[in-house]
């Protein structure tokens, strides 16, 4: 009898290490747990990648400011060309990007970021001549909200506009 104890004590433990594995209540869990964090994620991925385009049109706006003091300098004026600055800005997926005279073009002139995208804001530059030291004064300013309308110029070189705000 002890020996025909043992062989079905055996055969129950075999029986056991067949039977493992996931039941379905635990893999819903597992699912659920994995929807959620998901849920939680997502956005905050998304906005991360939003503040990650955004900068391609912070840094080009900087560098086309950049640009016009340059240019300034060595022609005594500014320019609606950007072309002409010689910095190889160009518009891409996000961003549209231009030149234009706030007052006149030989004063002030703002370089403008337009995106072309709802979800990321503009960016706008002003390059200002100052005429008491003979040196220029440059501002970067960000639309207060998102969308493809045009971000507008600054007021001056120490304020940007209602719509911006300055960085």
């Known amino acids: 009898m002890k020996t025909e104890l043992k062989v079905k004590f055996l055969q129950h433990l075999n029986q056991k290490k067949q039977d493992r594995g996931f039941t379905l209540i635990e893999l819903l869990v597992v699912i659920i747990i994995i929807g959620i964090l998901s849920a939680i994620a997502l956005p905050s991925f998304l906005s991360q990648v939003a503040k ?4 391609e049109g912070k840094a080009n706006v900087g560098s086309l400011n950049r640009a ?6 060595e022609k005594e004026t500014f320019t609606n060309d950007i072309n002409s600055l010689g910095i190889g800005i160009s518009t891409t997926n996000n961003y549209s990007y231009s030149a234009a005279a706030i ?4 004063d ?3 370089n403008k970021a337009r995106s072309l995208n709802v979800d990321l804001k503009g960016y706008v530059g002003g390059v200002f001549k100052n ?10 300013c960000e639309a207060n909200s998102t969308g493809q309308s045009d971000p507008g110029v600054p007021d001056s070189s120490t304020y940007c506009s209602s719509t911006l705000s300055r960085l």
């Open 131 to 140: 005429t008491v030291a003979g040196t220029t004064k440059v501002i970067l």
């Open 103 to 106: 007052t006149s073009i030989t």
């Open 68 to 73: 016009q003091q340059t240019y300034y300098f």
């Open 52 to 55: 990650a385009r955004q900068s």
């Open 108 to 110: 002030d002139v703002a």
